[in-house]
C-alpha cells in the first residue's frame, strides 16, 4: 500500500502560502494557524526553540488545517528521529 504525501501533492500542483515562524511561542503559533495558512514551518535553527517548544507549537497546530514544517537547530540523528516521530503522529 503507497502512502500519498497531500503536503508534498499540494506543493507541486497549486499555489501554497506558507509563513516562517521564528518565535518559540505556542500561542503565536497557535494565532498563525488559525490565520489560514496552508503551511507553517517552525524554525529552529533561527528562533530560540527547544525540543519542548517545539512540540508545544506542533500541538498548537495540530487543531488546524495548516501542514507543520519543522527545522530542526541542528542535524542531530536522534533530534531529527524525535521530531520525526512527533510530526507524523498527526498524519
Known sequence: ???TNYFKHKLKTQQQIGLWIGLAD???????ANAGYDWLLIDGEHAPSDL???LSQLQ?????????VVRPPIGSVQLIKQLWISVHKRC
Request: no cysteine.
Open 1 to 3: 500500500m503507497q502512502v
Open 26 to 32: 505556542a500561542y503565536g503559533t497557535e494565532i498563525a
Open 52 to 54: 519542548r517548544t517545539t
Open 60 to 68: 498548537s497546530i495540530a487543531a488546524y488545517p495548516s501542514q507543520a
